[in-house]
């Protein structure tokens, strides 16, 4: 709001107002371009004192190395100006009895012509400097996540599957190495079902989202079913409001854990 009346200040005791605000854009222009050159060299030499720590002490190197198009993107992305401006809106008016505080109008206007220009310049080189920028980065970690996974669900199989489903030192117990079988059985499917999540086909990822979609679905159902139970007990007297309260939170808890699986 103030711009308008500063540059009729800046520029009223000059002879010529054109030439006059002209030198004074260029120096706007001189100080954006020093400013943008200083902040390119602190990224860049940031980044890599950081990976000089890390390897000094014995840390693992940053994941990304700092290139010219990541080092521009942080120099010229993020909201500045404010406490540039907070800072030059700060300088007194007067510095003595009646005495103006010297080029003050003009320190406003280069604060102010540096921030218009940072932003503008942003919301014109940062889409440029997206442009091709792919997640390649993202897809392999994300492949390396899946490996992972798929390498640690094998190793609990084949643990599983060595495994010997009841002591050998204990009492031979019929009942107990049933239960334990079908519970080892169990344990593998899961496993087993991860494994088929993480196949690399898309017919496969198609397969277990449709199959993951239905269980959820079936789940969801059964948790409803059980909440209506739950309250018919309730109101026939059957169960107190603290068994109700206990069990309705372990149901919700259930249905939020499937609320994140989508």
Avoid at 58 to 71: E, F, K, M, N
Avoid at 125 to 136: D, F, T
Wanted: contains cysteine.
């Amino acid at each position: 709001m103030q711009l308008p009346d500063i540059v009729k200040a800046v520029v009223s005791h000059e002879p010529t107002l054109w030439p006059a605000l002209a030198w004074r854009c260029l120096e706007v222009v001189a100080i954006f371009a020093t400013l943008v050159l200083l902040r390119f060299i602190w990224v860049q030499s940031i980044w890599r004192a950081i990976g000089v720590v890390r390897r000094w002490r014995g840390r693992p190197a940053l994941v990304l190395l700092p290139t010219a198009r990541s080092c521009w993107l942080l120099t010229l992305g993020g909201v500045r100006g404010a406490v540039t401006l907070a800072g030059v809106m700060s300088v007194p008016l007067l510095i003595g009895a009646g005495e103006a505080f010297p080029e003050r109008d003009l320190l406003i206007f280069i604060a102010a012509g540096v921030i218009l220009l940072s932003l503008i310049s942003a919301c014109i080189s940062l889409p440029l400097l997206l442009r091709g920028v792919n997640n390649s980065q993202d897809d392999r970690l994300q492949q390396e996540i899946k490996d992972a996974w798929r390498q640690t669900a094998e190793a609990a199989i084949h643990a599983l599957e060595a495994e010997e489903v009841v002591d050998a030192k204990a009492p031979q117990d019929a009942t107990q190495a049933i239960m334990a079988t079908e519970l080892k059985a169990r344990l593998m499917a899961e496993y087993r079902d991860e494994l088929e999540s993480y196949d690399g086909s898309a017919e496969a990822q198609a397969l277990a989202a449709q199959m993951d979609q239905l269980e959820r679905r079936l789940r969801l159902h059964a948790l409803r079913a059980q909440r209506l139970e739950l309250y018919n007990l309730h109101r026939q007297h059957l169960i107190g409001d603290e068994v109700v309260r206990q069990v309705l939170a372990e149901l919700d808890m259930s249905e939020a854990n499937l609320g994140q699986r989508k």
